[in-house]
């Protein structure tokens, strides 16, 4: 038998197979629940954010290790060429 075959044998002995009950309700609550998992995620990043971006220093910080790596990144680029 090949894939296609199988297939076909699978989707006829699956046609009236119906889904359980609440099968909806669980799909519909586990949508909300990612959703939501992806909300609080999202709030906890901005906070993180809303922290560094507060004091100075951090932000002194941060776009000193920005700068650094670019710099890095310049360095190796111009190893490979030269």
């Not at 076909?8 to 959703?35: C, D, H, I, L, N």
């Not at 990144?73 to 111009?78: C, E, P, S, T, W």
Request: include cysteine.
């Amino acid at each position: 038998m090949n894939n296609r075959e199988m297939y076909e044998t699978w989707k006829e002995r699956q046609r009236g197979t119906q889904p359980s009950t609440g099968f909806s309700g669980r799909v519909m609550a586990a949508v909300r629940q990612a959703e939501s998992d992806r909300h609080r995620r999202t709030r906890l990043l901005l906070g993180y954010f809303e922290r560094i971006t507060a004091s100075s220093w951090a932000k002194a910080g941060l776009v000193t290790c920005g700068a650094l790596i670019g710099l890095a990144r310049l360095a190796l680029a111009l190893e490979m060429v030269l």
